[in-house]
């Protein structure tokens, strides 16, 4: 929880996302916009690649909560999944003034 909870804290810092949990959750986007979100990454960063290049263009976000459900003893991300994630944000944010402009043409 704490570690969820800090990533948010710094997605939100650098990229004004306002998702509680970057890294999960169900993701939609318009047919325009997904032409423009060229992610790079897989697993768990894929989705807060997607929800921080999405916040970067200025796509409205909602939140829908969902039930959290693990088929097996795994529970999904552990520290080091974390600071890998943690390090992503941080070069994220020194690539996207480059990558995206800010302003999203709708």
């Known amino acids: ?3 969820n909870w800090m990533l948010a804290g710094v997605a939100r810092a650098l990229f004004a996302v306002t998702v509680p949990d970057i890294q999960s959750g169900f993701r939609a986007f ?3 916009a997904v032409s ?3 992610w790079t990454s897989s697993g768990y960063a894929a989705d807060a690649e997607l929800t921080c290049r ?3 263009m200025g796509l409205r976000i909602l939140t829908v909560s969902i039930a959290t459900v693990y088929g097996d003893a795994y529970k999904g991300m552990g520290v080091a999944d974390g600071v890998q994630l943690l390090g992503l944000l941080l070069s994220w944010r020194a690539q996207f003034p480059r990558l995206l402009p800010r ?3 709708r």
């Open 103 to 105: 302003v999203y043409s």
């Open 1 to 3: 929880r704490f570690g």
């Open 36 to 38: 423009q979100l060229l």
């Open 54 to 56: 999405a916040a970067w």
């Open 30 to 32: 318009r047919a325009t």
